[in-house]
């Protein structure tokens, strides 16, 4: 067996997980209330785990980075979140979610994991519910659907354009009812900057108090990670300004293996840089695509004119437009799914016809829905995001089509995790988007609010127990013990270093320029040379962030800068084993295109006889080669196939 | 009940509940003042009605406790929420975002406690009081009235005091109703609508006396 | 375009605190208000001084983290919208802009323009949930609730504790916040039943905290980037009234 065991329980797909419940042990209520369980993130997953365990009697500390668990960015979820539960007599079912969202991941992602997924996302939305989240209805008083990108049924419930936020007030009030009760302590503002290990189990943490700069200790008997993705690597992407994959990354660093790094997603939809003064992307909902047709001018000249305002883009007559996703793609046109629709945006800017002063946007137009509908319609559906893109672009999209361009969403990647979301170090687990479990190499619009949640309230609470029962007799954990010594100083010795270098660029300049190199090498279309050239660069930049990077104020003290550069430091890092991981994927799938893999017509060409695994990295220490481990996938129940949006 | 009063809710409780208790009697008031226009005889019987009736004889001490808890009570609030902001903004614009008498109710309301005061030494210590003291009231309050009202500087000063319980009305009426929760999406409108409404005909009634004693004044019968 | 900053500067809680004016050039139009921030502080860094510090998150107003008082307007001078979502356009070359912290009582200063708002974390842990574990609950579509009902909660649900109604209330009252969770789950099946102790639990704590009182000038909803109603206040006060009444 490798290395690397996954505990998927045996038996038929549908019964794996009702047997492992069965299977593992559980702790006693007397127990329970000895035992120590931190959780680092506030997000769906970790406010939902954090809640969810508090409420079983484990004592938990649950650790975030802003001032207040709510901030948390699931909140900026919009679209909705998906179950089974077939309101809509439309044939839906666990099958049929699982097998959407195997094939929307193309086929990279463990069956046992998905089918999971999809069975206990009812129970989601009726907790959900329990806890009072709005979710919009019909006149009837029962629970409205929406449709989405990749499946062909009503799956998906909604609050508004906010369900995250929703769904994340819901998990952030459990949470807070039990810091009342005291069963969870909440230390915001915190930011975990290693995990400690005692005899090769996570057993604490080490964190910064933001506010004074104070290094702290957290003993523990486990450690939940649940600190979202690693987006950010590619400095301007629609995440959160203070996202990012430190904490994961510290415990890769001390032996929790990283999967799947390379697989990015690239939203199609987003409002286009305005020049080098941004420093943050804004999503504009996928739900826009069900009206709205993309399009480029055909002519050259076009082009100049719009890019310079002589000409309005609504003054380019119909046959000079190129409707290129209709043109390539008849049967699904518009509604192709995300990496499609982003690489075929790439594929005309690149070509030159990118219609704003950068050359990198594309236009989504309503007026063909407007002519059809009526005005008043289409604001019925996208009011609150033509007003957002108005407040934001100034252009009115009711008579001028909206620019969109293809922007860094989230990342599939993640930490390496067993059936039971541990990490390859006993006692470290993962949840939501910072493991790698579910989605393969394309998620599916609103499931990843369905994963975090389904981790949170319906997975650890049982997995963990099963880890903790072995471990009734371990007393408090000592945070005297020398590994919390060692760690705390090394933690103190990075943060000297960074304020000792004193040198001429800002965190933000190097992360810039770190971003620019894995957007042009490591972004939506990657080839062996272009990732070859991004480790090469990667490496030069790291270099001189470690030398001339300037960090302002001191240390012990409210400092955002030595924040951010302790997460840039990481990034730099990060980016590299990103470069490497795509560099070993020789195929294409999902969000990860390796442009000498394509089929003729230009689609992602996957090589499911050798790559048909999860390409797990295992850290060798700084400046050393990682080592790869491969988990494979075994697909007992669906059928491999190319996907085709043609006919 | 317990800690109702002490609550900040609570406290904006009394305050509504006093306020709508001196509505009402503004209106009485009000429709008291407005028999000025059936000439001396209407305007004197009402006056002789209004200081031997019996209820109302009951209600002035109420009522005097319900302006004495209004101002005391607002008095407390204010004092209470300056506290809330301990360092003030050097900038502050709040034009944009709320109504002029709705942030200056305390003032508004110190202006006609000001002119309230002479007010009741001028009409009301003639004329109400002296029956409660046994002295002798004015024989003819409508000559006292006319009188008074000849003076131009009383009479300005009069409509500035009415104009301050305008402001305050405009606010006063529909924050009454929002307080004691009698207030959704649909009603917040429709009270301050109504307060609109209230405080125009409140104002323009007392106003209108005054203005008519000295158009007579000016240019005769 | 180029403009004048006047900045407030607090080194810590402790400190009393200044305004410092700073200039900044080149500033596009198309930026956001906190990448001209951005800029200045990069600005800051490459001239040996310290950036200044503000609170700033999702950039996409639905996080809440970001707040300042911008010429004095919470958010500034745009309506319904967050500062991260405020775009220079809004303002003139050669403006000069005055920049505050939310100042009230219950928001200490931490540094700069980043405030503590610790006490909102701590009103919704009185009370501003529905007391159910994870598991044993009934399906989704076992309770109907009206459409309208749901709509009107979700008005409420839509706050993102931002803190600008507290920020712009004359009276630093906390009041729409409380309100807007209380009626939020007031309005729902699954709320209603512990309605009454959840109002009265979060006044007594937003009383406790050093927030004013509600007088009612509606600043509070004209600020607020949601847009959220102060109809919700009125229900507050019902709830609590009524509950009150029966105790």
């Known amino acids: 067996m490798s290395i690397l065991d996954s ?60 001032d207040s668990p709510r901030r948390a960015h699931s909140i900026a979820a919009q679209g909705g979140i998906n179950a089974a539960k077939n309101y809509q007599n439309d044939n839906d079912s666990v099958y049929r979610l699982f097998y959407d969202t195997i094939k929307g991941g193309d086929y990279r992602a463990r069956e046992a994991n998905v089918y999971r997924l999809a069975e206990v996302s009812n129970s989601i939305i009726d907790q959900c519910v329990a806890q009072g989240v709005p979710f919009a209805r019909d006149y009837g ?42 069963s969870v302590k909440s230390y915001p503002r915190h930011e975990m900057l290693d995990v400690v290990l005692i005899d090769g189990k996570a057993r604490g943490i080490i964190t910064r108090n933001l506010v004074t700069g104070e290094i702290e200790r957290h003993g523990a008997h486990a450690v939940l990670i649940c600190s979202g993705g690693y987006g950010n690597v590619f400095f301007l992407s629609t995440n959160a300004m203070n996202s990012n994959g430190s904490a994961a990354w510290q415990c890769y660093k001390k032996g929790a293996m990283f999967a799947n790094p390379c697989f990015t997603q690239i939203h199609p939809t987003c409002i286009p840089k305005h020049g080098e003064q941004q420093s943050k992307l804004t999503l504009m909902s996928e739900s826009l695509r069900n009206d709205g047709r993309i399009w480029v001018p055909k002519k050259k000249e076009d082009v100049e004119a719009v890019r310079s305002g002589a000409k309005k883009p609504s003054q380019i007559p119909e046959e000079d437009r190129d409707y290129y996703l209709e043109r390539r793609y008849p049967a699904f046109g518009n509604l192709v799914p995300r990496d499609v629709a982003s690489r075929a945006a790439k594929e005309r800017c690149d070509a030159g016809f990118g219609v704003n002063e950068t050359g990198l946007a594309v236009f989504l137009d309503f007026s063909t829905a407007i002519a059809r509908l009526g005005k008043e319609v289409i604001a019925q559906r996208y009011g609150n995001l033509f007003q957002m893109y108005e407040k934001i672009v100034d252009v009115n999209p009711y008579e001028e089509p909206m620019m969109i361009y293809p922007a860094v969403h989230y990342t599939m990647g993640g930490i390496w995790v067993d059936y039971n979301l541990m990490t390859t170090i006993p006692g470290l687990y993962a949840l939501g988007e910072a493991n790698f479990s579910d989605h393969g190499a394309n998620r599916l619009g609103a499931s990843a609010l369905m994963q975090g949640l389904a981790d949170g309230y319906f997975v650890i609470p049982y997995t963990l127990g099963d880890y903790l029962s072995h471990d009734i007799q371990t007393p408090k954990i000592d945070t005297n013990h020398p590994a919390f010594a060692e760690a705390e100083k090394a933690v103190l010795d990075k943060i000297n270093k960074l304020f000792s270098i004193n040198g001429k660029r800002s965190v933000d300049d190097l992360h810039k320029a770190l971003g620019n190199i894995m957007w042009e090498y490591v972004g939506m279309a990657r080839t062996k040379e272009s990732l070859e050239k991004a480790i090469v660069e990667i490496q030069k930049l790291r270099k001189e962030f470690w030398t001339n990077v300037r960090v302002p104020g001191k240390e012990g003290e409210f400092n955002q800068e030595i924040e951010k ?43 499911d006889d050798h790559y048909a695994y999860v390409a797990v990295w295992e850290y060798k220490g700084p400046d050393q080669e990682p080592e790869l481990h491969k988990e494979e996938l075994r697909f007992d129940t669906v059928h491999l196939a190319q996907r085709n949006y043609k006919d | 009940m317990s800690k109702l009063w002490s609550s900040s809710i609570g406290k904006k409780l009394v305050m509504s509940l006093s306020g709508l208790f001196l509505l009402v009697f503004l209106l009485v008031h009000l429709v008291a003042n407005l028999f000025f226009y059936g000439g001396p005889d209407a305007y004197n019987a009402m006056c002789e009605f209004m200081d031997t009736n019996p209820f109302i004889r009951i209600m002035v001490p109420v009522l005097a406790a319900g302006f004495i808890i209004h101002i005391a009570w607002a008095t407390a609030i204010t004092l209470k929420n300056q506290t809330a902001r301990p360092v003030k903004y050097k900038v502050q614009d709040l034009s944009k975002s709320s109504a002029w008498e709705s942030r200056n109710m305390y003032v508004l309301g110190i202006i006609v406690l000001g002119i309230l005061a002479w007010h009741l030494s001028d009409f009301w210590a003639h004329m109400q009081l002296q029956h409660f003291i046994g002295g002798q009231a004015v024989a003819s309050p409508y000559e006292l009235l006319v009188q008074t009202f000849a003076n131009p500087v009383i009479s300005v000063l009069y409509i500035v005091w009415i104009i301050a319980l305008w402001f305050h009305l405009r606010h006063g009426f529909w924050s009454a109703f929002q ?39 000016c240019f005769g019968k | 375009m180029n403009l004048k900053l006047k900045i407030w500067r607090q080194k810590d809680a402790h400190d009393k605190g200044r305004f410092e004016e700073y200039h900044v050039e080149n500033v596009s139009e198309g930026s956001s208000f906190l990448e001209m921030l951005d800029i200045l502080n990069n600005n800051l860094i490459h001239e040996g001084k310290e950036p200044i510090a503000f609170d700033h998150d999702c950039r996409e107003g639905i996080c809440g983290m970001c707040s300042l008082f911008i010429d004095g307007r919470a958010h500034g001078p745009d309506d319904d919208v ?154 507050l006060n019902r709830e609590f009234l009524c509950a009150k009444l029966k105790d």
């Not at chain 3, 712009?168 to 099946?189: D, E, H, I, Y």
């Not at chain 3, 102790?197 to 509600?214: I, N, Q, S, T, Y």
């Open chain 1, 7 to 66: 505990k998927i329980p045996e038996g038929p797909l549908a019964q794996k997980w009702s047997k492992h419940k069965a299977d593992i042990k559980v702790v006693s209520p007397a127990n329970k209330r000895k035992l120590d369980v931190i959780v680092v993130g506030t997000g769906l997953a970790g406010a939902s785990a954090a809640a969810s365990l508090g409420e079983l009697g484990y004592n938990v500390k649950v650790f975030c980075i802003s």
């Open chain 1, 141 to 182: 008083g029962l629970l409205d659907n929406r449709s989405f990108g990749g499946a062909q049924v009503s799956r998906t419930f909604y609050a508004r354009g906010q369900t995250g936020q929703q769904l994340l007030l819901g998990a952030y009030a459990a949470l807070n009812r039990q810091i009342k009760k005291g």
């Open chain 1, 565 to 607: 550069a302790l997460r840039v430091a990481d990034f730099m890092e990060m980016g590299e084993l990103m470069a490497r991981d795509a560099l070993n994927r020789n195929e294409s799938c999902g969000g990860h295109f390796r442009e000498e893999f394509q089929t003729p017509e230009g689609e992602a060409l996957r090589d």
């Open chain 2, 179 to 217: 307080t004691i929760g009698l207030d959704n999406q649909i009603w917040i409108k429709r009270w301050k609508c109504a307060a609109k409404v209230y405080a125009f005909i409140v104002a323009a009634g007392f106003i209108s006396i005054p203005v008519a004693v000295l158009l007579i004044k």
């Open chain 3, 82 to 235: 967050t500062t991260c979502q405020l775009h220079m356009r809004k303002f003139k070359d050669g403006d000069t802009i005055t920049i505050e912290p939310w100042r009230s009582k219950a928001f200490p200063v931490i540094k700069d323009l980043v405030v503590d708002r610790s006490a909102y974390d701590k009103i919704l842990q009185a009370g501003g949930y529905v007391s159910v574990n994870t598991g044993g609950v009934p399906d989704a579509n076992a309770i109907p609730i009206p459409k309208k009902n749901a709509d009107e909660s979700m008005d409420a649900a839509a706050c993102i504790g931002c803190g600008a109604c507290v920020a712009t209330c004359k009276n630093g009252s906390a009041m729409l916040f409380v309100a807007a969770r209380v009626s939020s789950l007031a309005l729902l099946p699954q709320g209603k039943v512990e309605a009454a102790r959840r109002a009265k639990a979060m006044v007594a704590k937003m009383d406790e905290l050093g927030f004013g009182g509600c007088t009612n000038t509606g600043a509070c909803e004209a600020e607020c980037p949601k847009g959220i109603s102060i109809a919700h206040i009125a229900r």
